[in-house]
């Protein structure tokens, strides 16, 4: 079974940083296309993805600022986010499409 626990997540000023990381269970973070996504109030959006081979991809509005990378020893994906804005503030969401296995999210606000 496919387990994804998402952590990291909190209240940071604008213009700040924080790290999420996503842990997986029951399969590889190497072996799989994965994505981070974040709902506001919203729909859910895809906010960077990283393919088997490395290859990544950002939405427009976070281009720059965002960066996703896999640990393939601790089988983490994680997303560092910097140049914070309050519209980044949503819960944020790994996921793996394959299995359509998705974790639990993890808050993130950005407010003064």
């Known amino acids: 079974q496919v387990q994804l626990v998402e952590s990291g997540g909190g209240l940071v000023q604008p213009g700040g940083s924080l790290r999420l990381s996503c842990a997986a269970s029951?399969?590889?973070?190497?072996?799989?296309?994965m994505g981070w996504y974040r709902q506001g109030p919203g729909k859910r959006e895809l906010v960077a993805s990283i393919?088997?081979?490395?290859?990544?991809n950002y939405a427009d509005s976070v281009k720059g600022r965002f960066t996703i990378s896999r640990d393939n020893a601790k089988n983490t994906v994680n997303l560092q986010m910097t140049s914070l804005k309050p519209e980044d503030t949503a819960v944020y969401y790994c996921?793996?499409?394959?299995?359509?296995?998705w974790g639990q999210g993890t808050q993130v606000t950005v407010s003064s």
């Open positions: 996921s793996i499409p394959r299995y359509n296995s």
């Open positions: 029951g399969t590889s973070v190497s072996g799989n296309y």
């Open positions: 393919g088997t081979g490395g290859l990544t």
